[in-house]
């Protein structure tokens, strides 16, 4: 999930619109004659947009009309792809993250596709070991924000690690999302099972005998519980990303930062998936996804870093976005092995 204050954007056909294709010049194919005016369906989470323009570019520059699926989260996306790759919801998927990769990939959803885009370059160096199917698109750090204003000179300081986050000062203070129901809260658990290792469930215990209080989802956190001036909840620290302080600056002036020392790096992917009716047409979206002009738009619409090392981020985020030097990571290997069996351990610890 993400900040989902965009609604998923560009269902439906532009091919009308004889657009450029990027403001980098560079041009998408044409389908190949062996699938003219071809509909790809992309699947994806319900949290996917693109600027109408961007998509439109893309479709008059390839010749495909492009519709979208979205059966729901990362999480639901995963389970939805796994349940029907006999029979694919469509061509291509867009959002699987680090967190599902092997899941999906071990269970042979995707097809093998090595893009060869000038990004295809920088987006290797995000590849999951054993999931060839996968090209990354973005990333984004998910991690504690705070209310600048909570934390004034004359009361306690903002904390800034795990352990800080114990302390009495800060009791009642905290809300984060449950990791079985909400992929920011799996990336919070894995960013304390990183941090703490075996010793993470007495971790999260003393979050609980200090005022934890967990929420189902995202915005329950963000939009209803954190106290920054857009919302006027209760709690001063919730569970975001490191991208979202940018969109708290009022006039002129932050109001929200991120905790750095708690973020677990997310990285979604793109990717083939196997038994796709058009799998050419998929292949050109995964090209196109790693564009500079889909790649440009990402920070102001998914709220996620791009991949690809030609565009760059709008100014906002270079002041307020800052990412973690050193983010919390997990082998997914590791991921996939324990991963229910953590949040089974989680669920049965918070609910007593």
């Not at 990336?187 to 003393?206: E, H, R, V």
Request: glycine fraction near 6%; proline fraction near 9%.
């Amino acid at each position: 999930m993400k900040m989902p204050t965009a609604a998923v954007a560009g269902i439906g056909a532009f091919a009308a619109l004889a657009l450029a294709a990027c403001s980098s010049g560079e041009v998408v194919p044409t389908t190949s004659p062996s699938e003219p005016n071809t509909q790809v369906t992309v699947v994806t989470h319900d949290s996917f947009a693109v600027p109408d323009d961007v998509l439109a570019a893309f479709e008059a520059s390839s010749g495909l009309t492009v519709t979208f699926v979205a059966p729901g989260d990362g999480g639901t996306l995963v389970n939805q792809l796994i349940l029907t790759k006999d029979a694919p919801l469509g061509d291509v998927a867009y959002g699987v993250d680090n967190t599902f990769a092997t899941r999906a990939a071990d269970a042979g959803v995707f097809e093998p596709y090595t893009s060869s885009v000038p990004a295809a370059t920088d987006a290797a160096a995000f590849a999951v070991p054993g999931a060839n199917g996968l090209t990354a698109v973005d990333f984004s750090d998910v991690c504690l924000n705070y209310d600048l204003a909570a934390f004034s000179p004359d009361g306690p300081p903002a904390p800034t690690t795990f352990e800080d986050l114990l302390k009495p000062e800060y009791a009642g203070l905290v809300s984060v999302t449950n990791p079985a129901t909400s992929s920011p809260g799996l990336a919070f658990l894995l960013a304390t099972i990183a941090a703490k290792g075996d010793g993470w469930p007495s971790y999260w215990q003393a979050l609980l005998d200090n005022g934890l209080r967990v929420t189902a989802s995202w915005s329950d956190s963000y939009f209803t519980d954190f106290s920054a001036p857009n919302y006027g909840g209760d709690y001063p620290i919730v569970l975001s990303y490191a991208s979202s302080p940018p969109f708290e600056v009022i006039d002129g002036a932050p109001t929200t930062a991120a905790l750095l020392d708690t973020c677990f790096r997310q990285v979604e992917y793109v990717g083939v998936l196997a038994g796709a009716k058009h799998p050419r047409a998929a292949e050109k979206v995964v090209d196109w996804m790693l564009s500079d002009a889909f790649q440009e738009s990402l920070p102001e619409n998914m709220y996620v870093y791009p991949v690809s090392s030609s565009v760059s981020v709008p100014q906002e985020w270079a002041d307020y976005a800052p990412l973690a030097e050193r983010p919390w990571t997990l082998d997914p290997a590791a991921i996939d092995a324990n991963r229910d069996a953590w949040i089974r351990e989680w669920t049965s610890l918070v609910n007593g």
